[in-house]
């Protein structure tokens, strides 16, 4: 086990924010995390668990020590005549577990195309675009309990999968450290083209029999058009979440923003809030180093010497801007640190 001290965590996050850890390791297997976390605790130190930092806004050092998951690992454990189950480690990248579903014909996540981060944070935030979420494919997790050091397995049930969400972003949060994923994917695809402009885009694209790596390449074009690259601009994908609203509300509002958009959801109405942050005139807007991203105001950027704090206070302006034009409540989808 490498323990290194004072290490920026830049490098490690794709709003590129330069804080630092005070202990920083990588951890390649159940057998090093353990070792970590009780060499954490015999120095009386907090740990911080960091995946592909994808879905976090640093606003201070850590004075901690940082475990990055690093387990490696893509194996198919069982198959039957319709879906295979192929376990991944919780440090791969998520886009490599995608493009590595692809090429062996297991259906099921093309749609998930080109998400940052790590498979192992996929359940946590039950990641989800174009009609998919990861809810759809999961089959069960292993996860560490940080007291016990016990490993413990969880179905979907036990996850409790919401919007954006899953027990280990309530209940649950901060006790377990997810090592490993389990997914059910089909052998045969059955295609989900109506969000968004898959369809569209795979007509632009001359494509009039799907594959998966087509609805993938569409997936991927749609992406690039609208996200900023976090090599290129700092940043961590949407912001916030979409909000759900009750339909009479949603009702109400159209008669005061005709062109609002929504669509039904088991909720209500579901509102997308790169719209109304539009609306509030927030998009292509820049203050120093920070900003709101010109072609996707779901977005928020580091231009390059931004500071986290700058981002959060940014947040709660468009927060607020949004609240008293609509009377929605915004909620981020980025994790504060």
């Not at 297991?106 to 989800?128: C, R």
Request: net charge negative; glycine share 8%.
């Amino acid at each position: 086990m490498n323990i290194q001290e004072n290490i920026s965590l830049k490098p490690f996050n794709t709003f590129g924010l330069a804080k630092n850890a005070r202990f920083f390791t990588s951890v390649h297997s159940e057998k090093d995390l353990i070792e970590a976390l009780i060499w954490a605790k015999n120095k009386g130190l907090e740990v911080f668990i960091l995946g592909g930092g994808s879905n976090i806004l640093l606003t201070q050092d850590l004075n901690s020590l940082v475990i990055k998951i690093e387990i490696d690992g893509i194996e198919k454990v069982k198959e039957d005549s319709e879906f295979v189950w192929i376990k991944a480690g919780a440090g791969v990248i998520w886009h490599d577990f995608v493009m590595n579903c692809i090429e062996n014909n297991w259906a099921g996540v093309e749609n998930l195309s080109l998400i940052p981060g790590t498979v192992g944070a996929s359940p946590m935030q039950n990641i989800g675009a174009y009609g998919i979420e990861i809810k759809d494919v999961f089959e069960s997790l292993i996860a560490l309990n940080r007291a016990t050091l016990e490993l413990h397995e969880f179905d979907a049930a036990a996850c409790q999968f919401g919007y954006r969400e899953s027990v280990f972003k309530n209940y649950l949060k901060g006790q377990f450290i997810i090592t490993s994923v389990t997914f059910k994917l089909r052998k045969k695809p059955v295609f989900n083209l109506e969000y968004g402009a898959i369809k569209e885009t795979l007509a632009q694209n001359q494509i009039q029999e799907p594959s998966l790596k087509s609805v993938s390449d569409a997936v991927i074009q749609i992406r690039q058009s609208k996200l900023p690259d976090p090599k290129e601009i700092g940043n961590a994908g949407s912001f916030f979440k979409n909000p759900t609203v009750p339909t009479e509300d949603w009702m109400a509002l159209k008669k005061d923003y005709p062109t609002i958009p929504g669509y039904e959801v088991e909720a209500g109405i579901k509102i997308p809030a790169a719209w109304l942050i539009e609306q509030c005139g927030w998009k292509g807007q820049r203050f120093g180093e920070i900003g709101v991203h010109k072609n996707q105001p779901l977005v928020l950027v580091n231009f390059g010497n931004g500071d986290g704090n700058e981002i959060k206070k940014l947040a709660e302006r468009i927060q607020t801007s949004v609240s008293e034009k609509f009377g929605i409540a915004l909620s981020p989808e980025v994790n504060f640190i």
